[in-house]
């Protein structure tokens, strides 16, 4: 089997959400696994000297907008755009790594809840009692829960992932390396797709 | 007929040039002018405070790439990567608009003299003398061509135009506005295909 892809993202970037269903299909069309790596990609854009998008004023009036109609572009008829936004998504991350250490089927439905509490329902990912709740609905309990998002593991892993990120010189969520060649944003599916085909 | 899109670029764009074809033909197909707007991008970027992406080390090893990738995609065969870029192209907006005073059809062809010469044989489109040869390729003399870059008209609209994209908070090239709606970039021609057939 090819190299697997790797997904680079942020929980709170709706252009990861976007392009999420998009990137399974063409990654089971043409026979690859998606490991799924989200990142702090604020600390990502200070590495590298970047200024978040979204605190340029011109850059966050268009980017709201843009957010808003891509959503109904990319046919996600239950979008709600988060009042939270940005936020930290350090914990959500870390319970990411943690479950994945055991069971990546258990972590990838958790990282699914996370995206759909924030993007359908304008839950706040950052608070620890809802990414408790959020949790429950993957079928991880709480105690597991917390455990993950405090301990240890789930913490090194982030953080080993956001200098990975780094030293692949991410610039964006979200952010898809398909055998080392980089690809930007929701937008290159259709690229990716392209790609995928040559390989 | 509906209002006019408005396309914001600048001459040393590669996603305007990439952009280019696929806009007119969706303009063509919903009975749409397309009102060019070339500007000066840098000063539009300095306005907002935004930082030149081609200024940023990890953005512009990322943008190389993807423009190469992205010509390739686009179905554009002759593309060569120009070797002078950022340049300035203000020579060549205010012979574009200097020409379009009189006659739009030249404007275009000129405009379309600048991009292949940039994108396709990486000729100088900053330099007078080169700007002369292009220009010829569209039929415009070369007492004219020198009148216009260095004339009045085209110096104060390309001054006016620049404004005018500060104002409509344009954040990069292509900028297109339909009704309003600003929409950025070579890969949102879907968006705006899609847009475009809801009007």
Known sequence: MAAP???YFDFASPYAYFALDGIERLAEMHGRDIQWRPILLWAVFKAHGIAPPMEVPAKREYFEADMKRSATFHGIGDYRHPTRLPLSTHRAARLFYDLQGSDTATAHAFGREVFSAFFTRD???SDEETLVEIAARAGV???DARNGMN???GRAQLAAMTDAA???KVCGSPWIIIDGEPFFG???LPQIGWRLAMT
Chains 1, 2 share one sequence.
């Open 5 to 7: 892809i790797s997904l």
């Open 123 to 125: 839950e706040d990912i």
């Open 141 to 143: 309990s709480s105690s």
């Open 151 to 153: 301990g240890e593991t």
């Open 166 to 168: 780094i030293s692949d």
């Open 186 to 188: 929701a937008d290159r």
